[in-house]
Structure formats: structure tokens, C-alpha cells
């Protein structure tokens, strides 16, 4: 055991300057010391990532303190008053200052976000579209704003003032429960209800005031809302139509809420991502196709009437000799809040393992904004290892100055250094801050949408908490044809930049599109499981200007579709009377054994034309679920806990220790252990339901 | 800033942290939220406006005082003390460890088991986040020592970690 005490100091950020140099220096020399630092490190993050406590002194307890304070300080100004006045004067003072201090001192968007409960889910959409008029009140109307929120509540605290220490008499407080959950849901539903009301505003303090959440904690994280896919009848709406979606930051993300007891806003559940976080064994592709497609159909676990259908596609493994060179240029956000041990350090030995592993070949460049702006490595081929492990080690968080030109020039030096035969790409990592030179975000789109004609690609990695800004972050990766990643962890970092580096990397196909046709005669309704903002309309297929997913090499891509057999009812279709004019044609395959046909479009990384592959997929009879393959199985069990985790009402009475069974059968190889993690998550979900207290009715809006 | 300000500012930040943090001195619970409160009480009486610099070392060196005041009283009427001291802080409070992650516990769970020293080095430095300065002023020591005792208390952790993975698989 190594009793060197710069490891520690090294790896908690205590080393500087040349002591720090002195010590990376002899790092690269000693494999052993490096392995050992390797490994503090790693215990580093694992202890600061824990959650930080939430204990808190009761309300008695801190109206004791005020009083005190306000008595210490009158004291000071006038000794000679009798106590009774000072307890009146203390009343009085926490009357009002108090919420003059939450007026002057709290982010007008964050007091109702802070600590993400189940409430929060459904407010992140609104909030964001809250943002302007909000502001406008605030600038307008500060006075009418710094009205006392909740003058009983106020009145019974300062009233707590006069009894004794807690120690001695330990009082129940007449004050809502520090967790008020029970009172967010209707806050946040009057402010849907009428989301530009400033008048609003005294109900939303009272939501503040009653999480009482450390101002660093409070949370800007912003999701869209995902309107699950509903059924539709085959018979009107015989195609379905969709982008693939390889992004898996959802799971990463649902992860992060679970191990930190929170329940994910339903906007941040993207059941698709859940389904692709995880690999899938399907046959390597024949042929000159870049993937290979798989269908498989069995029942529903969560519902055995129903039948289930898998897409499941794999493109082509790449040996690292065979992909072209790499040209990346990483754009790191270094504003202030990505000091955090689980934002920039994090990204540093992610991006480490990364240039390890490059080839001579590729190219690396690194462009800072945000923080210090500029060019902090410029493009440095993959030989010299120890001149961008350097220039990533001196990365620094902090400063807010705006990083003007950041991202153009991360697009010009990925077109200057454009590798023909290889993979362009700038590679985003940030928690949340697009400060990045093109303020207004669609000019930002646009921007990423020109230079994807030119090549150059765009992956976004998200890191942290608490800024999170998911939606846009997903929105840029796919305008940019590239992907999104949500890293929590050095092992997560690890699997995004490093064993899958060349699917997360270097793109085979682009523009994969799937559309499917179901035959009216075996199928009655169906719905797409997830993919909700990855729809297209049936025209779209056939168009090629229009942007669709792209497939890495190795990656795996699997689409669900819950079917209700021909003959059986479609939940929420209304009937329509027969059409007057149009007789009901006879279908030719109305005795077709095929279920459905699967098309699929994409084009060569390079292609502007895309090509066509047709697979129908014949199912006399469907067989039972615990006879279909592992894979199958448990893409299932991820599916049915991503419904659930939602609230989904189409997952049916399925019980978390049933997706538990069915996940647990079905773990497979599991290489890394995925698998086996997401039954310790199933079992956080199945704990947190079980102690989520129900929601008492709302209360109602005061105006 | 007024005084009412700088006291909600410090109750914000450091209220949770102080009670995790004290709670490894005397072991418990509710004598930790007595330590807290009495360190806020003795803040008030402070000259708020030129404390707000030095904020964070300052509570954590008088919360430390108060935790340890606690722990002195328990001596007092406890016929073992220090058995009753240690056994409850390895017992591993539900409320705290709850929040964390498969992995998060396991590490805090072996945290437990550290030398109370080096449990208060830990926490001060990855709960609370104190630079090794700020934690030789609040254990009164030298910066040197922390970085000695950091050191100690990683290096057990992580050959009980690594134990505990190779023995797991």
C-alpha cells in the first residue's frame, strides 16, 4: 500500500501547480502509482457523487434561532427595552424580512424545482415557457411580489419564537411537514392551468418555502413533456412511421433519480432509450448491409391478449483497424458550475480513457467556452498522448465570461482538418449551459444543421445535476446527427467514450428511417412503445431531405410495438359510421399469414440517396412469452418498467417483482453486468412507490 | 446583507451538512440537530458582516466544539461511553445511507468502520466539501496531517473495497 499522500491529495484536486505537474510526471512513469491513483480516484468520485444529506432543524428550531438573532441585534441597538417587545419585535421582523429576503435572494425560476419530487415532472415544460412573462412581473411589480407568502405559517413560527429550546420541550409545530408534497401537485397544475398569471406567484413562493432546499440546490433541469403513443386501428392508420433513436441518456438519467430516491419526471422517461441502453445479441449483418434486421413476436407480458413485435437492428461491427481516422474536437463547457466532482474532474478522466485508446490516425482537439473561451488544444494527432492528457489535466472550471465564438470555432477546426474517409465530429460536454456563442437556440439548430452538410457531426454528452437541460441537449444531437449521453459516473464515461466509442463515434448508416405496415386482417390496433418524439408522418419515408437517426458500428437499435390482435377492441377509438360513399374493400391479404411488413431507409455515412430493405414478418400462430428468446424477454421487462416508472395505464396490473422475474430470467451473457444493475433499479422504483405517500386532493387556487 | 440574511444564507448551506457532519460525533441523531442549533445560537451572537468571509471553517470548528460538549455530557451519565459512542455511529442511519446509491452505500458503510478521525476527515472533505485548510483549522491541525490522515483512511478504504469486490465475485 502506497503511503505517498499527494495519491489523495492528487485525486481530491488538492495538488497544484508545479507539485501537481511534478506528480503527473511521475505518474506516466509508474504504472503502479498510476493503477493506484487510478483506483482513489475512483473511490473520490463514488464518495462525493453520494447524495448530500437532507436532515434539517425543525421549524421550532429555527424560529428559535430568529428570534434569538433578532433579539441579539436589538439588544445592540436599544438595551433598555423590556423582552415582551423584543418577542413582538421579532414577530414583526420575521413577518417581513423573511420573504424579502426569498424575494431578493432566490432564482425566480427555481424555488418550485428545488429537490425534484413527483411533482416536478409535470412543471418543467411550463416553467420554461413561464420564464418571460415571469421575468416581466418581477421587474414590473417587485412589491406586489414581496407580499408575505404564507402569513399563518409566519405567524405560528414567530409565535414558536417564545417557547423554550426544543431540548427542553420538544413541541409538535403547527407548520406544513417539510416534505409538502401534498401540496406541490396543485400548485403546479393551477400554474398549467394558466401558466402567464403573475398573481400566481404568492402560491408558488409557498411551495418554495415549504421545500426549503439549500439555494445551491435549486434546480433549473428542464424537461419536455413526452405524450406516451396511444393505440390507433390498423384499419385508419395501417402505417407507422419513425426515427431510430440510439441515444441512451434517459437510462443514465432515470438512473440518477432512483439511487437519489426521486421519483423521474415522466418527461425524462424515454422508454426507447431505457430499451437501447442495453445490448442486444442480434445477428451480425450479411452482405453489403450495413445492419442487420431481426424480428421476433410473442404476448405482452403485461398483458397476454396483446401480442408484442421486436425490430431490433444491428449494425456492423467495425474492427478498430478497419474504421477511418477520428477528427474531434471536443467543445467543453468550463462555466463555473462545472467545478462539481461529477461534471469537469468527471469529464476529464472520461476524455483520459478516451485518448488511450486513440490511434495514431485521429486527431483531437479541444475547444473551451463558456468559462475561458478559446482554443485550449488545438488538433494534435493520436501519437501524442501525453500533449492532450496534459492539456485535458489543465482543464478549469470557473469565470462566467461569455465564450463569444465557441462553437464555430470547434466547427471550423473540425473543417479544417476534414478527414475524408473518417469521422468528423465536435463532441459537446457540458450540464447544461448552450452559453456557447449562438445564443438564440434555433440560430444555434440552424447553425448545427449547416454544418451537418458540411460532415461535421454533433454528440452531446451531459454531465451533473441540477442544470440539467435534457430536451435541447437531445434536440442538438439529433440536429446534428449525432448522439446524446447522459454520464453519472466514470463507468458510464467509460462505456459512452470508450467500449463504445466507435458506435458512439463513427456513424454506418445515417438517416435510418422504419416504417411499418401492419395487415388490418391479423392486427387491430397497435401502438409504438416510446419513440414519441421520434415520429415522423408517413410522407417523410420516402423523403430523402428529411433527418432521421443514425446507426453506429456495433450498435444495437430495438423498437416494440404492443399489438392487439384483429378481432379484439381498440381501446380509445371512437366508432365511425360507415362511410356513405367508400364501400369497405375486401383485403387481398385478408388470409395472409403476415402480421406486418417492416421497411427500413438509410443512407451510406456520405450517401445523399438512400436505399430500401422490405422484411414482412409471417406469424401463424404467436407463441408464448416465456418461449421467446432472452433478448425479447428482456427488452420486455425494460419496456414494462419504463411504462411503469411513468404511470403508464397501458402497463397494465404488471407488478415490479414480476418485471423483476422476467428481467432476472432473462440476463443472458451480460457482459459489464448492465443486465444484472437494472434489477437493482427495478428494486429502488418498487421502494420508492411503496413509501411515495398518495396525493390528497388538491387544494384549491387562492386569487 | 443583513444579519437575518447572512443566518438563512448559512442555514441553507450548511444546516444538513453541520447535522451529518455532527452526527458522526456523537453518534446520533437528535444530539447532533442540539449541536447544530446551539452552533447557529452562537453564530447569531457573532458579528455577522465580518464573519460571512470565513464562514464555512468558522461553523465547522464551533459545530465540532458543540458536537463534543454533547459527547462530554453523554461521558458524564453513560456507565460505558465509549462503547455506546461507537456503537452507534457504526450503526448506519437509515434516513442518510437510504439515499444512496448500491455502491454510494457499500463505500459509506466501510466509512463507518474508519478511526472517528478519519470518519470526520471523510465527511468534512466529500460531504462538506472543505479544502484541506479549512479542515486543519476546524480539527486544529496542520495541513500536512489531513493530507497524511486523508491519505490513511482512502488507502483503508480502498484495500477493504477492493477485498470486498474480489471476495463478492
Known amino acids: ?703 | 446583507m443583513t444579519p437575518e440574511q447572512i443566518i438563512t444564507e448559512a442555514l441553507d448551506n450548511y444546516e444538513s451538512l453541520l447535522i451529518s457532519y455532527a452526527r458522526e460525533i456523537t453518534g446520533e441523531l437528535e444530539s447532533a440537530k442540539d449541536a447544530v442549533q446551539e452552533t447557529f445560537l452562537r453564530l447569531s451572537r457573532q458579528n455577522l458582516t465580518a464573519l460571512r468571509p470565513r464562514m464555512r471553517p468558522w461553523l465547522f470548528v464551533v459545530c465540532r466544539n458543540c458536537a463534543l460538549d454533547h459527547v462530554r455530557k453523554i461521558v458524564k451519565f453513560s456507565a460505558d461511553p465509549v462503547e455506546d459512542h461507537e456503537r452507534a455511529s457504526d450503526d448506519p442511519a437509515p434516513d442518510e445511507r437510504a439515499m444512496v446509491s448500491e455502491e454510494g452505500r457499500r463505500i459509506w458503510d466501510l466509512v463507518a468502520s474508519l478511526p472517528l478521525q478519519q470518519r470526520e476527515i471523510v465527511k468534512l472533505k466529500f460531504e462538506a466539501g472543505l479544502s484541506y485548510k479549512e479542515m486543519a483549522e476546524t480539527l486544529k491541525t496542520s495541513v500536512s496531517t489531513i493530507g497524511v490522515q486523508l491519505h490513511e483512511a482512502m488507502q483503508t478504504l480502498r484495500a477493504r473495497w477492493n477485498f470486498e469486490t474480489t471476495e463478492a465475485a
Not at chain 1, 473511490?43 to 434561532?65: E, G, H, M, T
Not at chain 1, 488545438?378 to 465557441?406: M, Q, V
Not at chain 1, 432521421?548 to 437499435?557: D, F, K, L, M
Not at chain 1, 384483429?566 to 367508400?582: E, M
Request: net charge negative; with cysteine.
Open chain 1, 1 to 703: 500500500m502506497n503511503q505517498d499522500p499527494r495519491i489523495t491529495a492528487y485525486a481530491v484536486g488538492e495538488l497544484q501547480g508545479r507539485e501537481r505537474r511534478k506528480f503527473e510526471a511521475e505518474l506516466r512513469k509508474s504504472n503502479l502509482l498510476e493503477s493506484e491513483t487510478g483506483e482513489t480516484s475512483e473511490l473520490v468520485n463514488l464518495l462525493s457523487s453520494a447524495p448530500k444529506p437532507a436532515n434539517k432543524l425543525s421549524q421550532a428550531d429555527r424560529a428559535q434561532l430568529f428570534a434569538e438573532l433578532s433579539e441579539v441585534n436589538r439588544n445592540r441597538r436599544v438595551r433598555t427595552r423590556l423582552r415582551w417587545i423584543g418577542l413582538a419585535a421579532a414577530a414583526c421582523l420575521l413577518f417581513f424580512a423573511w420573504p424579502a429576503y426569498q424575494f431578493v435572494s432566490t432564482d425566480w425560476l427555481s424555488p418550485q424545482m428545488a429537490g425534484a419530487g413527483p411533482w416536478a415532472d409535470s412543471s418543467y415544460s411550463s416553467v420554461r415557457e413561464n420564464h418571460a412573462p415571469r421575468a416581466q412581473a418581477t421587474a414590473s411589480a417587485p412589491a406586489a411580489l414581496a407580499v408575505p407568502r404564507d402569513p399563518s405559517g409566519l405567524m405560528a413560527r414567530a409565535s414558536e419564537a417564545v417557547q423554550p429550546l426544543r431540548s427542553l420541550a420538544a413541541m409538535p409545530a403547527p407548520v406544513p411537514p417539510d416534505n409538502a408534497s401534498y401540496m406541490r401537485r396543485p400548485v403546479v397544475e393551477a400554474r398549467r392551468a394558466v401558466p402567464t398569471a403573475p398573481f400566481l406567484e404568492p402560491n408558488v413562493d409557498m411551495v418554495g418555502e415549504a421545500t426549503a432546499a439549500p439555494a445551491s440546490e435549486f434546480n433549473t433541469e428542464a424537461y419536455a413533456s413526452v405524450r406516451e403513443n396511444e393505440f390507433v386501428t390498423a384499419k385508419d392508420n395501417p402505417l407507422s412511421t419513425f426515427s431510430i433513436d440510439v441515444d441512451t441518456a434517459s437510462y443514465s438519467n432515470v438512473r440518477r433519480f432512483l439511487d437519489g430516491e426521486t421519483q423521474p419526471p415522466a418527461g425524462a422517461i424515454r422508454t426507447e432509450e431505457l430499451i437501447n441502453y442495453f445490448r442486444y445479441d442480434y445477428r451480425q449483418p450479411m452482405g453489403d448491409d450495413p445492419f442487420s434486421v431481426n424480428l421476433e413476436v410473442s404476448r405482452a407480458p403485461w398483458n397476454p391478449e396483446r401480442e408484442l413485435v421486436r425490430i431490433g437492428l444491428k449494425g456492423r461491427e467495425l474492427p478498430a483497424e478497419d474504421r477511418g481516422p477520428a477528427n474531434l474536437v471536443f467543445l467543453v463547457d468550463v462555466s463555473g458550475s462545472m467545478e462539481q466532482a461529477a461534471k469537469l474532474p468527471l469529464l476529464q478522466r472520461s476524455l483520459s480513457a478516451l485518448v488511450e485508446n486513440l490511434s495514431d490516425e485521429d486527431r483531437v482537439a479541444i475547444v473551451t467556452y463558456a468559462g475561458s473561451s478559446g482554443m485550449v488544444l488545438g488538433p494534435t494527432a493520436g501519437t501524442e498522448k501525453r500533449e492532450i492528457l496534459d492539456a485535458i489535466a489543465n482543464l478549469r472550471a470557473g469565470g462566467s465570461t461569455h465564450g463569444s465564438e465557441g462553437i464555430r470555432l470547434a466547427y471550423e477546426t473540425a473543417r479544417e482538418h476534414f478527414r475524408k474517409d473518417g469521422n468528423n465530429r465536435v463532441i459537446l460536454c457540458t450540464d447544461g449551459d448552450f452559453n456557447v456563442g449562438v445564443t438564440n437556440e434555433s440560430e444555434l439548430q440552424k447553425l448545427i444543421e449547416k454544418e451537418r452538410e458540411s460532415g461535421v457531426f454533433l454528440s452531446v454528452l451531459g454531465f451533473g445535476t441540477g442544470n440539467l437541460n435534457d430536451s435541447t441537449m437531445e434536440l442538438l444531437a439529433n440536429k446534428g446527427n449525432g448522439n446524446y449521453a447522459y454520464i453519472d459516473s466514470f463507468s458510464e464515461g467509460r462505456k459512452v467514450l470508450v467500449e463504445q466509442m466507435n458506435s458512439t463515434i463513427f456513424t454506418i448508416a445515417k438517416d435510418v428511417k422504419i416504417q411499418v405496415e401492419f395487415n388490418p386482417a391479423r392486427v387491430a390496433g397497435y401502438r409504438l412503445i416510446g419513440y414519441e418524439n421520434r415520429l415522423l408522418a408517413k410522407e417523410d419515408f420516402n423523403d430523402d431531405q428529411k433527418d432521421a437517426g443514425e446507426i453506429g458500428a456495433g450498435h444495437t437499435v430495438t423498437a416494440l410495438y404492443e399489438i392487439i390482435p384483429a378481432g379484439q377492441p381498440v381501446p380509445g377509438s371512437p366508432s365511425v359510421d360507415p362511410l356513405k360513399y367508400q364501400r369497405p374493400e375486401q383485403d387481398a391479404s385478408a388470409t395472409s399469414d403476415e402480421l406486418l411488413t417492416v421497411k427500413l431507409r438509410y443512407k451510406a455515412p456520405d450517401g445523399d440517396k438512400s436505399k430500401l430493405i422490405e422484411i414482412p414478418l409471417k406469424a401463424d400462430e404467436i407463441p408464448a412469452f416465456d418461449a421467446a428468446s432472452e433478448d425479447f424477454r428482456f427488452a420486455s421487462a425494460v419496456a414494462a418498467f419504463g411504462m411503469k416508472l411513468r404511470g403508464s395505464p397501458d402497463a397494465g396490473k404488471i407488478s415490479w417483482s414480476e418485471i423483476q422475474d422476467i428481467a432476472r430470467g432473462a440476463l443472458g451473457k451480460d457482459p459489464g453486468s448492465y443486465r444484472a444493475e437494472f434489477l437493482t433499479l427495478i428494486e429502488k422504483a418498487k421502494r420508492l412507490e411503496a413509501t411515495r405517500p398518495p396525493l390528497p386532493p388538491p387544494l384549491p387556487i387562492r386569487f
